[in-house]
């Protein structure tokens, strides 16, 4: 897997697990990544936005992906000084991972319009499936 360019320097904090994959990994990932971020006491709004990207990153990777060979979906959070970075990794390798415009009469396809309206930058890495890593500002 690649990093991302955007360099910010050693984490102080992280996690990367495997869940199960499925739509109970995005509960699991929100929980997670709330945690994290208030035991190391950042804000409220960032701590709310966290939570969101990584529901939007691992739905859009449980719907549009593919699980690893033990049926998983990953998810990571690091704590940089200036940065959270939040990614998920699933096998998937078909379709574009890209903003699609809003529908006034379709409630889906606005997960990654969350993800860029949310982050100050957000990447794809195709290289081994399918990562896609939210830098939120802190």
Known sequence: MQRSEMADGTATAE???TLPFGPDAARVARTMVSQLLIE???DGQLVEDGRLVAHELVMNGVRHGAPDERTEIAVSCRLLDGHVVIAVQD????????VRA?????????????VEALSERWTVDRSGGTRVEAWLAR
Request: one cysteine or more; charged letters at 15%; aromatic letters at 4%.
């Open 15 to 17: 996690f990367a697990v």
């Open 40 to 42: 190391h006491e950042c």
């Open 91 to 98: 096998q998937g390798r078909a379709g574009t991972v890209a």
């Open 102 to 114: 809003a529908s006034g009469h379709s409630v889906d396809g606005r997960g990654l319009a969350i």
